[in-house]
């Protein structure tokens, strides 16, 4: 408690100095200038168009990512094209924040609940100048609700298949220079198999002042206490227990062609396992920005940021190979990102990072793009980025094939993308080349930067506006992962409608998911599957609606692996056929 105090004050007393949200935001960052980037927002109205328990959930229908799941309830892992690893080699976010255990740099999906997200904002491919260590498949930035009225609120209720509920109550208000928010996130389940059943608590806290000249401090904090249970093939009787928090503070405001920016944040968990695990972890950072417009057509983005990774392993069990002991590291950054319009149909964007890590030592990431307008409504672009992942604390000492001499692994994408925006219409087509070197892996019982890997791939995806009552959007995602095919699948395509009449929603949602291993070397073949979904809605009125929704409606029969080196890598059994029923209630 006394290092977050001391981060408040530090809010505090620079606030004078330092402005704006230096969060993940793409959106914001877009507005500004487009990064040349395969970008994808997922709106307040799609996400309450979903079935979703787990944030990660609501990712399930997108073009370039796989999400695997260990049933109903639990984990929900997000891959982008082809990393993943627990969101190991991912950054995902909330409000800019990363969300990550310290000790194995992996993310704990399971307790990012859907409570209060207003939207998600997506960045597909590598990008480690804006968004540093593990950013190898690209970033997710969960962006949680802003109140805009003197009070409001909602709340959601659903229950159904395998003695599944889940509640969740959202309240706020803007009350003269007051910002102030709370939402509360309980979920219980049986679990769709023996021994798998699921208790969890998130709750989320915001407060935050406004300036007479227009400065905003905020201060927001999250707390979340979860019991999981795993059924086969897990032990008998396996559960995890998982303990997080976390609170940041940032302060912002914008002047007239510059936004200066600082946040600052800790991370903490304790995890204790029926297995003796018992861990503990904490994550320190700050990030400051300093954001110019030059001119009307340049734009100059500037940063710092600090992090430090702390865990303690405090008991291991009598058979597990782990060390105990207690170890940190830290890290540094400076990076800029500068776009350039030189006409109305040509821009250019470069950027670089550099990072130096007290234990694996210096690494420039790269970024280079170019943009071209063919017509008003269609434009190319290419993209080179260069990324990395510095080792994390386990790969360091935790292991018996711990290496303290380890580098970061690093990677070299390529990608050129083309896009149509006309009236109702949206089109794109992305096809890439990722090339990665360096990459940490057990070479004869030690941890070494022994591997080389080329993924390639493409993705493509169209939307259309048929009338104000029906719309549709599909997506296809080519990948080819060479020998590296385990929990890759070469084949995904997407499907949605949504249809609305009168006071009537329905929302049909399909998936296929084809050419899937779960060993390299395409060893190991699982059962291609297509999935059918739907949700219908009655609006009782402006403030209250009442939905029923179906998952997997085929009862289709299919597993999924999950990329958990150290549970074996098991494949599991997914749900069958499952119904909810629930309401939704705003005020």
Same mark, same amino acid.
């Given at each position: 408690?006394?290092?977050?105090?001391?981060?408040?004050?530090?809010?505090?007393?620079?606030?004078?100095?330092?402005?704006?949200?230096?969060?993940?935001?793409?959106?914001?960052?877009?507005?500004?200038?487009?990064?040349?980037?395969?970008?994808?927002?997922?709106?307040?109205?799609?996400?309450?168009?979903?079935?979703?328990?787990?944030?990660?959930?609501?990712?399930?229908?997108?073009?370039?990512?796989?999400?695997?799941?260990?049933?109903?309830?639990?984990?929900?892992?997000?891959?982008?094209?082809?990393?993943?690893?627990?969101?190991?080699?991912?950054?995902?976010?909330?409000?800019?924040?990363?969300?990550?255990?310290?000790?194995?740099?992996?993310?704990?999906?399971?307790?990012?609940?859907?409570?209060?997200?207003?939207?998600?904002?997506?960045?597909?491919?590598?990008?480690?100048?804006?968004?540093?260590?593990?950013?190898?498949?690209?970033?997710?930035?969960?962006?949680?609700?802003?109140?805009?009225?003197?009070?409001?609120?909602?709340?959601?209720?659903?229950?159904?298949?395998?003695?599944?509920?889940?509640?969740?109550?959202?309240?706020?208000?803007?009350?003269?220079?007051?910002?102030?928010?709370?939402?509360?996130?309980?979920?219980?389940?049986?679990?769709?198999?023996?021994?798998?059943?699921?208790?969890?608590?998130?709750?989320?806290?915001?407060?935050?002042?406004?300036?007479?000249?227009?400065?905003?401090?905020?201060?927001?904090?999250?707390?979340?206490?979860?019991?999981?249970?795993?059924?086969?093939?897990?032990?008998?009787?396996?559960?995890?227990?998982?303990?997080?928090?976390?609170?940041?503070?940032?302060?912002?405001?914008?002047?007239?062609?510059?936004?200066?920016?600082?946040?600052?944040?800790?991370?903490?968990?304790?995890?204790?396992?029926?297995?003796?695990?018992?861990?503990?972890?904490?994550?320190?950072?700050?990030?400051?920005?300093?954001?110019?417009?030059?001119?009307?057509?340049?734009?100059?983005?500037?940063?710092?940021?600090?992090?430090?990774?702390?865990?303690?392993?405090?008991?291991?069990?009598?058979?597990?190979?782990?060390?105990?002991?207690?170890?940190?590291?830290?890290?540094?950054?400076?990076?800029?990102?500068?776009?350039?319009?030189?006409?109305?149909?040509?821009?250019?964007?470069?950027?670089?990072?550099?990072?130096?890590?007290?234990?694996?030592?210096?690494?420039?990431?790269?970024?280079?793009?170019?943009?071209?307008?063919?017509?008003? %409504?269609? #434009?190319?672009?290419?993209?080179?980025?260069? &990324?990395?992942?510095?080792?994390?604390? *386990? =790969?360091?000492?935790? @292991?018996?094939?711990?290496?303290?001499?380890?580098?970061?692994?690093?990677?070299?994408?390529?990608?050129?993308?083309?896009?149509?925006?006309?009236?109702?219409?949206?089109?794109?087509?992305?096809?890439?080349?990722?090339?990665?070197?360096?990459?940490?892996?057990?070479?004869?019982?030690?941890?070494?930067?022994?591997?080389?890997?080329?993924?390639?791939?493409?993705?493509?995806?169209?939307?259309?506006?048929?009338?104000?009552?029906?719309?549709?959007?599909?997506?296809?995602?080519?990948?080819?992962?060479?020998?590296?095919?385990?929990?890759?699948?070469?084949?995904?395509?997407?499907?949605?409608?949504?249809?609305?009449?009168?006071?009537?929603?329905?929302?049909?949602?399909?998936?296929?998911?084809?050419?899937?291993?779960?060993?390299?070397?395409?060893? %190991?073949? #699982?059962?291609?599957?297509?999935?059918?979904? &739907?949700?219908?809605?009655?609006?009782? *009125? =402006?403030?209250?609606? @009442?939905?029923?929704?179906?998952?997997?409606?085929?009862?289709?029969?299919?597993?999924?692996?999950?990329?958990?080196?150290?549970?074996?890598?098991?494949?599991?059994?997914?749900?069958?056929?499952?119904?909810?029923?629930?309401?939704?209630?705003?005020?």
């Amino acid at each position: 408690m006394k290092r977050l105090f001391l981060m408040l004050v530090a809010v505090c007393l620079v606030s004078s100095v330092y402005a704006s949200d230096i969060s993940l935001s793409l959106e914001k960052f877009a507005r500004m200038q487009d990064t040349i980037t395969t970008t994808q927002e997922i709106s307040s109205e799609e996400i309450e168009d979903k079935h979703a328990a787990q944030a990660m959930d609501i990712l399930d229908n997108t073009t370039g990512i796989f999400v695997q799941k260990t049933g109903d309830a639990g984990r929900s892992d997000p891959v982008i094209r082809g990393f993943g690893d627990s969101c190991r080699k991912l950054v995902v976010a909330i409000d800019g924040k990363p969300e990550y255990m310290a000790l194995f740099g992996c993310g704990v999906s399971h307790s990012i609940l859907a409570g209060n997200i207003d939207r998600i904002e997506i960045a597909k491919g590598p990008d480690s100048v804006l968004y540093g260590s593990g950013a190898l498949g690209g970033a997710i930035n969960i962006v949680t609700k802003t109140p805009t009225k003197p009070f409001e609120g909602s709340l959601d209720f659903y229950t159904g298949s395998f003695n599944t509920q889940n509640a969740k109550i959202y309240l706020g208000g803007i009350s003269s220079n007051i910002i102030y928010e709370f939402a509360a996130n309980k979920m219980t389940s049986d679990g769709h198999l023996e021994n798998s059943q699921y208790n969890a608590t998130d709750l989320y806290e915001k407060l935050g002042y406004i300036f007479k000249d227009g400065g905003v401090i905020r201060v927001q904090a999250k707390q979340y206490s979860g019991l999981t249970h795993y059924p086969k093939p897990y032990p008998t009787n396996y559960w995890e227990d998982y303990q997080r928090g976390s609170i940041q503070a940032d302060y912002n405001k914008i002047f007239s062609r510059t936004e200066l920016s600082l946040k600052v944040f800790e991370n903490y968990g304790e995890h204790k396992f029926s297995n003796k695990f018992h861990s503990r972890d904490s994550l320190i950072g700050a990030v400051a920005g300093l954001d110019i417009q030059i001119g009307d057509n340049n734009l100059l983005k500037t940063g710092a940021q600090f992090r430090q990774q702390e865990g303690k392993l405090v008991d291991k069990g009598a058979m597990s190979p782990m060390k105990l002991g207690s170890w940190k590291t830290s890290d540094w950054a400076v990076f800029v990102l500068d776009r350039h319009n030189f006409t109305d149909k040509f821009a250019a964007v470069a950027g670089a990072r550099y990072n130096n890590d007290e234990i694996s030592g210096e690494f420039v990431a790269a970024r280079g793009g170019l943009e071209y307008k063919i017509v008003e %409504d269609v #434009l190319v672009k290419a993209l080179y980025s260069r &990324a990395f992942r510095s080792p994390y604390l *386990n =790969e360091l000492y935790l @292991l018996p094939a711990s290496n303290k001499n380890l580098k970061p692994e690093e990677l070299n994408n390529y990608e050129i993308g083309f896009d149509i925006k006309k009236d109702d219409f949206t089109f794109n087509v992305t096809g890439f080349i990722m090339k990665g070197d360096n990459l940490i892996q057990n070479d004869k019982g030690k941890f070494k930067n022994s591997g080389d890997y080329e993924f390639k791939g493409s993705e493509v995806s169209a939307g259309y506006v048929f009338s104000k009552f029906i719309k549709a959007n599909a997506g296809y995602t080519y990948f080819d992962a060479g020998k590296h095919t385990m929990g890759r699948p070469g084949n995904k395509v997407d499907t949605e409608v949504n249809v609305k009449v009168s006071k009537w929603s329905l929302v049909l949602g399909g998936t296929y998911v084809g050419e899937y291993y779960a060993e390299d070397n395409k060893q %190991d073949k #699982l059962k291609d599957y297509a999935l059918l979904n &739907a949700k219908l809605t009655y609006e009782v *009125n =402006e403030n209250i609606k @009442l939905f029923i929704d179906g998952q997997n409606l085929t009862n289709q029969d299919y597993t999924i692996f999950i990329d958990r080196q150290t549970d074996g890598y098991p494949i599991m059994q997914m749900p069958g056929a499952s119904v909810y029923f629930g309401t939704n209630i705003k005020f």
